[in-house]
């Protein structure tokens, strides 16, 4: 939108005023004990939809006065990724220039990455030919539980914290 109401001088606040039902998000993270953000990898990005997501949040975090980044409560944040890759083959550029403003405004973020995902039930019943359904098995078999127990770690961290 850049309506610009959160930098109205005399007016400016952290928290966006733009009014819809993206709101009591909003308002709910700006007071929150902590952020999980979760998104699939699209050609190497976060999807549009969170990308978009991160600019409604963070825009007014960004003062151009001096391009200092100020959320409204400092928190911890866990990010969650999926994709196709692997550790040693990926082309994530995970959340991106969204990553310095999340860590700058909220804290250092801890990192969930599920790796080699099964994109579908049955790779036989399309045009796939480059993943292996029984390699995508055996993979999710194999960091399956690990990759739950680093999401219990991060809640529990979090909520630790
Ligand atoms: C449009 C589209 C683009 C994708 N691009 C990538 C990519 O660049 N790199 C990658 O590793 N996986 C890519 N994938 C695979 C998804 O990241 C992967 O299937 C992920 O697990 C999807 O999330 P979900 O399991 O929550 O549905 C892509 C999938 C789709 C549908």
Known sequence: MSCMACKLKGKATNICRFRDALSPLLDEIAEADGLVLGSPIYFG??????????ERLAFPWLSYNDYSLTAPKRMPV?????????PERNNSNHFGTMEWCLTTA???PERIIGYNTCQVAKYGNYELGSFFEEAKHAWRDAHWEEDLQKAYDAGRKMAEQ
């Open 45 to 54: 990005e976060v999807t549009g939809k969170m990308r978009a997501f991160l």
């Open 78 to 86: 866990v990010l969650v990724e999926a994709m196709n890759g692997t």
């Open 106 to 108: 909220l804290g250092e």
